[in-house]
């Protein structure tokens, strides 16, 4: 099992950008897949969980919703976060993250594996 997170970068208050979490050797369509964040000093928080295929559930963290959504590629390997309106306070690492559990859930410790962080920084 392998996922990988890319995409993150430095950006301007306001503006986009689209993680990419590519996966391999599970079935991504049974699988719930979240995205992760962690600030320095802070604790990993969940910001976004897509379920399985046949559930469709999708969470978001207050913080987020309304600005962040996360779908499945056409693929069905990919999971994707597009960020928009980021603010400073998005700055993080983002994982992530897949469990078999198969309702969206923003606890870490329910997920199984982990993909390498990529760093997303919203500066003025």
């Known amino acids: 099992v392998q996922l990988q997170a890319f995409g993150g970068g430095l950006v301007q208050p306001g503006d986009s950008l689209r993680l990419s979490c590519a996966t391999s050797g599970f079935p991504l369509d049974h699988w719930t897949i979240g995205w992760f964040r962690q600030a320095p000093g802070k604790e990993r928080e969940g910001v976004a969980c897509?379920?399985?295929?046949?559930?469709?559930?999708?969470y978001y963290a207050a913080s987020v919703k309304g600005r962040f959504t996360i779908s499945r590629g056409a693929s069905k390997r990919t999971v994707y976060l597009q960020m928009n309106d980021l603010k400073p306070e998005d700055t993080a690492v983002y994982y992530c993250a897949a469990t078999s559990v198969s309702s969206p859930s923003r606890y870490t410790y329910e997920y199984d594996y982990w993909g390498q962080g990529t760093q997303v920084t919203v500066f003025q």
């Open positions: 897509l379920s399985s295929v046949s559930d469709g559930s999708t």
